[in-house]
């Protein structure tokens, strides 16, 4: 089963580019990065997901390297209500792996 | 409302009750799985449903836990005889296609179940 690696902590200055780094070294030719966050008490929010191309949308940015062990969360002007837990996530069938994800603390 | 909804949102049990744990899924989603999230953790795959059928329980952790969905959209999971160590935040998330589809899955914000 592929899982991720990420850091357990990270700061950012609010209104600078929020680059949250997760490797998955064993990630199958098939298998897509996923990232989610959590806020306390809430439950994960959806942000962002791909194969092999870079994406973007409303959120997010996601960079996946060429040879896809690697990927970066980038979150372009981070705000106060960004902190939270960003979790990578590679899906394997219909099976989700969490990890423990990067607590972003976003600093006035 | 648009997304999953479960209730309750908290709830206290002495060890060896039976509690039963609900899912409302968003409206005509195929696929809805619960998870388990332990304090400080992320959250663990339980088990996973198409539509009525439960395709994959390999992660409930004991012949304790059974969960349901006999119609296709509510489901109910529900633990036997509790123990403390099932305490926990128990996730509902749901997605619009089936099996290997990589359509997102959307979350509930949980219930927080406390076992005395």
């Known amino acids: 089963d592929a899982k991720t690696t990420q850091p357990p902590s990270m700061d950012c200055a609010e209104g600078r580019a929020a680059n949250l780094p997760c490797n998955h070294s064993?990630?199958?030719?098939?298998?897509?990065v996923y990232w989610y966050r959590q806020i306390h008490s809430q439950g994960p929010q959806y942000i962002i997901h791909g194969l092999k191309n870079n994406e973007t949308n409303e959120m997010a940015s996601l960079i996946i390297t060429e040879d896809r062990k690697s990927s970066t969360l980038i979150l372009p002007h981070a705000t106060l209500r960004d902190t939270a837990v960003y979790y990578c996530i590679v899906q394997t069938g219909n099976q989700f792996y969490f990890g423990t994800g990067t607590s972003l603390t976003v600093i006035p | 409302g648009a997304g999953v909804s479960q209730s309750p949102r908290y709830k206290v049990a002495k060890r060896g009750q039976d509690v039963a744990l609900r899912c409302d899924p968003i409206?005509?989603?195929?696929?809805l799985f619960w998870y388990q999230q332990a304090l400080g953790q992320g959250p663990e795959f339980l088990t996973y449903f198409q539509n009525e059928a439960q395709l994959d329980k390999s992660g409930l952790p004991s012949d304790r836990f059974f969960a349901e969905r006999p119609e296709g959209s509510v489901s109910t999971l529900k633990i036997q005889r509790t123990q403390q160590e099932d305490s926990a935040v128990y996730l509902c998330?749901?997605?619009?296609?089936?099996?290997?589809?990589?359509?997102?899955?959307?979350f509930g914000d949980g219930t927080r179940l406390s076992i005395l």
């Open positions: 998330a749901s997605s619009s296609s089936g099996y290997g589809s990589r359509q997102p899955q959307h």
């Open positions: 409206s005509g989603h195929v696929s």
């Open positions: 064993t990630i199958s030719g098939n298998e897509y």
